[in-house]
Nanobody, 119 residues
Framework: VQLQASGGGLVEAGASLRLSCAASGRTSNTDSMGWFRQAPGKEREFVASIRWSTYYADSVNGRFTISKDNAKNTVYLQMNSLKPEDTAVYYC????????????????WGQGTQVTVSS
């Protein structure tokens, strides 16, 4: 399985961005997909995930929306009302079943895409 993330960029606080992550290869193993982020000097943290339901970190709940297009094997992260503290490298992850917050339990990872929010 290969995951290709895109959509990052530099925006001002309050703006919106949409990240995409396309899965290829054995996509039957990617029922669960999620997003994590890692800011400089910090550990990678859970942002959101989706399988039959959606799950969000408290810090993004109400501002970010995760969705999935099964026909395109692509997961999206719509990020609204961005804050400077959302600045990080965002990674997409996938697994057959796991949708939790533990990064180590996801089987597949994409490369990161940088999101920078200026104040």
């Amino acid at each position: 399985v290969q995951l290709q993330a895109s959509g990052g960029g530099l925006v001002e606080a309050g703006a919106s961005l949409r990240l995409s992550c396309a899965a290829s290869g054995r996509t039957s193993n990617t029922d669960s997909m999620g997003w994590f982020r890692q800011a400089p000097g910090k550990e990678r943290e859970f942002v959101a995930s989706i399988r039959w339901s959606t799950y969000y970190a408290d810090s993004v709940n109400g501002r970010f929306t995760i969705s999935k297009d099964n026909a395109k094997n692509t997961v999206y992260l719509q990020m609204n009302s961005l804050k400077p503290e959302d600045t990080a490298v965002y990674y997409c992850a996938s697994d057959l079943t796991y949708t939790g917050i533990q990064a180590a339990k996801y089987a597949y990872w994409g490369q990161g895409t940088q999101v920078t929010v200026s104040s």
